[in-house]
């Protein structure tokens, strides 16, 4: 695929998942007794409320527009690209390994997994088209 159209889908990917970012947390933000209903995570006080307000709401809409922010200028998709690799790859790790202790996914559990997979992977596929290294420690 030429240089153009490999940034292009790179662009597209980093908008999806950040505008998805976004999303979530403006969901959990605004509504998060929703986490609750949709994954079993018990709120008992108002300070569990502020937290959920606070991390799944004020965390992935900070995600979602870094990665969108970095994505929307050439000059650093591959920095927003890498952002998207180690976010969901580490969640994506996170949720395997909670299989592993012994935790039976769910629908949700498995189709988050998914699009976690593919999103890294597709991402991965980019970076390798862009010609772009991991980033400097």
Do not use: H
């Not at 790790?93 to 202790?101: E, S, T």
Request: proline share 4%; hydrophobic share 60%; aromatic share 8%.
């Amino acid at each position: 695929m030429p240089r153009a159209g490999v940034e292009r889908a790179g662009g597209i990917l980093t908008a999806v998942f950040g505008l998805g970012f976004v999303l979530i947390g403006l969901r959990y933000f605004l509504d998060p007794a929703a986490l609750t209903i949709e994954t079993d995570v018990a709120m008992p006080s108002t300070k569990a409320v502020m937290e959920i307000r606070t991390v799944y709401g004020g965390m992935f809409i900070g995600v979602g527009l870094t990665t969108f922010l970095l994505g929307w200028r050439r000059a650093t998709l591959a920095p927003g690209l890498w952002v998207l690799v180690l976010i969901g790859g580490c969640v994506a790790a996170a949720r395997i390994a909670a299989v592993m202790l012994g935790q039976a996914p769910d629908a949700l559990f498995a189709g988050l997994l998914a699009v976690e997979l593919i999103g890294v992977a597709i991402a991965l596929w980019v970076l390798r088209g862009l010609g772009a290294a991991a980033p400097a420690a």
